[in-house]
């Protein structure tokens, strides 16, 4: 399956942005989706999951329940809204799908399909 990341861009301190996601097909290959992060000079991490259904989600600590992902699977596609956006914040987004139904997993190697990445740069 191929994901496109789409919604990145420039944003002030406190504003908001969402991603989207795309998935080229429905299979048991995204089944979980998730979205991960990775700023300059450091490693990807976690950032939220989210199961087939929709009804499990998964976040980073660090997130504080500034971030809400979701999907819409008649649409192949998964979101993340972004509110009260820091300059912390400030990364490259990817999209991941996974064939496991599941959203409290923060592995990235249970993910093996990945999109391109969405640069997100909040100015403080």
């Known amino acids: 399956v191929q994901l496109q990341a789409s919604g990145g861009g420039l944003v002030q301190d406190g504003g908001s942005l969402r991603l989207s996601c795309t998935a080229s097909?429905?299979?048991?290959?995204?089944?979980?989706m998730g979205w991960f992060r990775q700023a300059p000079g450091k490693e990807r991490e976690f950032v939220a999951s989210?199961?087939?259904?929709?009804?499990?989600?998964g976040y980073a600590d660090n997130i504080h329940g500034r971030f809400t992902i979701s999907r819409d699977n008649a649409k192949n596609t998964v979101y993340l809204q972004m509110n009260s956006l820091k300059p912390e914040d400030t990364a490259v987004y990817y999209c991941?799908?996974?064939?496991?139904?599941?959203?409290?997993?923060?592995?990235?190697?249970?993910?093996?399909?990945w999109g391109q990445g969405a640069l997100v740069t909040v100015s403080s």
């Open positions: 989210i199961n087939w259904r929709g009804d499990n989600t």
């Open positions: 097909r429905r299979t048991s290959s995204n089944n979980g």
């Open positions: 991941a799908a996974s064939p496991l139904n599941t959203a409290r997993d923060p592995r990235l190697n249970i993910y093996p399909y």
